[in-house]
């Protein structure tokens, strides 16, 4: 049987497509390279250009290969960007993922893991680790947007022989150990990947969008997740379900938060370098402090976080944007 991976071509995708062909899977991708690239796709992996929401292509799909399940990560995922334009992100988001679990369903794919995110928690209401259980109050439309197909993904495994994992991110950073692939889309708003282009003189400096939040240094506090880890507990999600395991939602972060500043320190030290950094206002739809508690992925899904440390996660990051500066002087 083969994987189907939505958005295999991109950062967080490209990195699930090498961990399933390194674990002996047979993978299929399906990417619109709108913000991906074919190069960072494993050539072991077959490869489709197209929408999700694409119903004739998605039939070609299903009949030119066995696939059993679906990891689905395509999606637009910048915050202040969707507030600005709601549509758009419920359109991407929501719509077209609607589309691609009706065509699984039609195609009777049994097992579907869903990229969602911690922004459909919104700021929870206390300091401690947030729990899957914690009041859903999304403060941004990618937020909603995701939250959306949570449910829509619940409805439907309640009317049809279909199973779910949905997994809810923290904030993903760093690059493949091996250095096969990395995030490599120009303009990215991922903290630690804008101050690792800061840091190699790739950008004059970096902003930091409000001081005067309700914590320790003024500035928000996020969960970083190693993309390596994220893309391990997907593949230990489609294991579970394969050998029975029912559908279940599951927080994938460390347990533990860095503040802007604190990061922003981190690439300093690793990188040797100082650079600009410029105090901005808030943006919209930025949550004061998420961190996860991981404990559901632990145990459900056997996950055991590899590379639980800033300062390896800002030096993957670091080496792959050095090679990118090298690749784009070839």
């Not at 997994?167 to 493949?176: H, I, K, S, T």
């Not at 282009?197 to 928000?220: F, H, I, Q, S, W």
């Not at 996660?313 to 690749?327: F, N, Y």
Request: proline share 5%; charged share 20%; glycine share 10%.
């Amino acid at each position: 049987m083969a994987v189907l991976v939505t958005g295999g071509a991109g950062y967080i995708g490209s990195h699930m497509v090498w961990a399933l062909v390194d674990a002996g899977e047979d993978v299929v991708v399906l990417d619109r390279l709108s913000t991906g690239f074919r190069w960072a796709v494993a050539p072991e992996a077959r490869f489709y250009e197209g929408d999700i929401a694409d119903a004739a292509l998605l039939t070609t799909i299903f009949a030119e290969n066995s696939i059993d399940a679906i990891i689905h990560f395509a999606g637009s995922i910048i915050v202040p960007e969707s507030v600005a334009d709601p549509l758009s992100y419920y359109e991407n988001n929501t719509v077209k993922s609607r589309a691609l679990i009706a065509a699984a369903v039609a195609a009777k794919v049994p097992y579907f893991v869903f990229s969602s995110t911690a922004a459909v928690y919104g700021t929870p209401d206390g300091t401690e680790p947030v729990l899957e259980s914690a009041a859903l109050r999304p403060e941004s439309p990618y937020g909603s947007s995701k939250l959306m197909t949570e449910i829509m993904l619940r409805d439907t495994a309640a009317a049809h022989d279909f199973t779910y994992t949905a997994l809810r991110y923290f904030n993903v950073a760093g690059a493949d150990p091996r250095g096969r692939t990395g995030q490599s889309t120009a303009g990215a708003t991922h903290l630690i990947k804008v101050a690792s282009e800061a840091a190699l003189g790739k950008r004059n400096g970096m902003d930091v969008y409000g001081t005067d939040y309700p914590t320790p240094d003024g500035t928000c506090i996020r969960d970083y997740i190693h993309v390596s880890d994220l893309a391990n507990a997907h593949l230990k999600a489609l294991q579970r379900m394969r050998a029975g395991g029912g559908s279940i939602v599951a927080n994938c972060g460390y347990g533990r938060g860095f503040s802007v500043l604190e990061v922003l320190e981190q690439v300093k030290a690793v990188s040797g370098k100082d650079f600009p950094v410029r105090i901005a206002g808030r943006r919209p739809g930025d949550a004061v402090l998420i961190v996860a508690n991981p404990s559901v992925a632990m145990k459900e899904l056997g996950w055991t976080p590899q590379y639980d440390d800033l300062p390896f996660i800002v030096r993957t990051a670091l080496d792959w944007e050095d090679h990118l500066g090298k690749r784009n002087q070839r």
